[in-house]
């Protein structure tokens, strides 16, 4: 079993930062792409970045410019720096991996998810 703890949320005033970190912890023989989603209240959950093992990345249009991801193969440890932070970015975000235990298994995991509040 593979477990995603995220950290790094909290309050914070507009144009503000955070970042944002995702610890995978258990089974692991490898990480292959990562990623961030979230979701507001009333919304559904979206997309906001993602990284591959070789750290290409792709970002939501909404973001770009203002976040960045970034990842620790060596800790296991995905990150997302979040810049110029604007109140339409409050959400619950959730952190995404896509695993492999073993040659055999491969999953994907979702972390609990921490809240990202955006106000003055």
């Known amino acids: 079993q593979v477990q995603l703890v995220e950290s790094g949320g909290g309050l914070v005033q507009p144009g503000g930062s955070l970042r944002l970190s995702c610890a995978a912890s258990?089974?692991?023989?490898?990480?292959?792409?990562m990623g961030w989603y979230r979701q507001a209240p009333g919304k559904q959950r979206e997309l906001v970045a993602r990284i591959t093992s070789g750290s290409s990345t792709n970002y939501a249009d909404s973001v770009k410019g203002r976040f960045t991801i970034s990842r620790d193969n060596a800790k296991n440890t995905m990150y997302l720096q979040m810049n110029s932070l604007k109140s339409e970015d409050t959400a619950v975000y959730y952190c995404n991996a896509d695993v492999s235990s073993s040659i055999w298994r491969r999953n994907d995991y979702w972390g609990q998810g921490t809240q990202v509040t955006v106000s003055s």
């Open positions: 258990g089974s692991i023989l490898s990480i292959h792409s």
